[in-house]
């Protein structure tokens, strides 16, 4: 069924609040996209919600953590044949109407994987505090020196992804705090990457899964990974262009 | 004072451990997540062993007057208890997971046995 459709991945843990919207925004964009959320073994009502506002859930045994979850939906993506996808939070801070704009480049045919970045028009509204930005830049700026081109926003999970996309990351996606590296390992692997302008909304209910502890195990665990993943050898993906 | 074959002896292998934990981690058998406790380990004991007034310092502080390359056995034991630790809080939460997947296979392999004959594994009794 549907080759060639478009996936939307909506990782959520505990999103009962919003799931619901969020699946009838996506919905609401392309009459035949396909939502599938990850429920990442919520303990609410997340999966009961997404399902039965029409989106496909792929339930979690117990908690694998972000990565893993979109994951999950990447190897959905890849056993259904889907040769686009977009992938966006269940806490509703990705706007679904603006995936149009990030799926264009994949349309076009000029990328492989769209990154819906808050900072490529330096008049974006985004402004993190002030660690954050540091944090944000400094791995946009590891990244773009390991990857050999410039990135702006490597922490986004606001992407959009073609086939080459879907089988590198089905594959190949790190399972805890996942964004940065698999930026680096989609350049490595000779992904042509697009950078779109998003603007994301500030989280309507929870709160950021980031606390000082888990910053510093962020830090360095990223910093190791972007840093053995720029020794390891990459196959070259065959659905790549270039 | 620490004597200098030990020092060197000191970092040499703290190196070599630092070394194999990065190259395990490149070919994929560990993980970041647990190759962190070893890199922690393998930095402070080749921080210990390099910098001998360091240790002499630290031995002093602990009381150990006769030999401080003492320190190093002891710092080098703490940090291998923590590392056995934490594998077995990890060992704790994949026994949970392991279960769980168990439990949930023979639901699922129960329920698809309702819904008609498999075509991949028929059991006695079908």
């Known amino acids: ?242 | 004072m620490t004597p200098l074959r030990v020092s060197i002896v000191g970092v040499a292998a703290s190196l070599l451990l630092i070394l194999v934990v990065l190259e395990l981690v490149r070919g994929r058998r560990l993980k970041e997540r647990y190759a962190l406790l070893w890199l922690a380990t393998g930095i402070v004991l080749l921080v210990l062993s390099a910098w001998r007034d360091g240790l002499n310092t630290l031995a002093g502080w602990l009381g150990v007057t006769g030999y401080p390359p003492a320190v190093l056995f002891a710092v080098a034991t703490l940090f291998v208890l923590l590392v056995l630790l934490h594998y077995s809080t990890v060992i704790s939460k994949l026994t949970d997971e392991n279960v769980e997947l168990a439990q949930r296979i023979a639901l699922l392999e129960e329920r698809m046995r309702r819904a008609g004959p498999a075509s991949g594994s028929p059991r006695p009794g079908d």
């Open chain 1, 1 to 242: 069924m549907s080759r060639g459709g478009l996936v939307a991945i909506v990782p959520a843990w505990n999103e009962a609040a919003v799931i619901g919207v969020v699946v009838d925004e996506i919905r609401s964009v392309r009459s035949d996209i396909e939502v599938v959320v990850v429920d990442d073994a919520s303990q609410d009502d997340t999966a009961e919600i997404a399902e039965g506002r029409g989106a496909t859930v792929l339930r979690l045994p117990f908690n694998v953590g972000i990565g893993g979850a979109v994951q999950t939906g990447f190897r959905y993506a890849l056993e259904q044949g889907y040769e686009q996808a977009v992938r966006l939070d269940g806490d509703g801070q990705h706007d679904a109407s603006q995936i149009p704009g990030i799926l264009k480049p994949i349309e076009d045919g000029t990328a492989d994987l769209v990154i819906g970045s808050r900072f490529v028009d330096p008049g974006g509204s985004y402004r993190p505090p002030f660690a954050r930005r540091m944090g944000i830049r400094v791995f946009a700026r590891l990244v773009s020196l390991l990857g050999g081109q410039r990135v702006t926003d490597t922490t986004s999970g606001f992407v959009a992804l073609d086939s080459a996309g879907i089988e590198l990351f089905a594959a190949e996606y790190p399972h805890d705090y996942p964004e940065v590296e698999a930026t680096l390992i989609a350049l490595r692997s000779g992904l042509r990457l697009a950078q779109v302008q998003v603007e994301m909304r500030e989280r309507t209910t929870g709160t950021s899964s980031i606390t000082f502890l888990r910053s510093l195990y962020y830090i360095v665990k990223v910093t190791l990974a972007l840093l053995v993943a720029s020794m390891r050898r990459y196959p070259r993906l065959q659905g790549a262009r270039q």
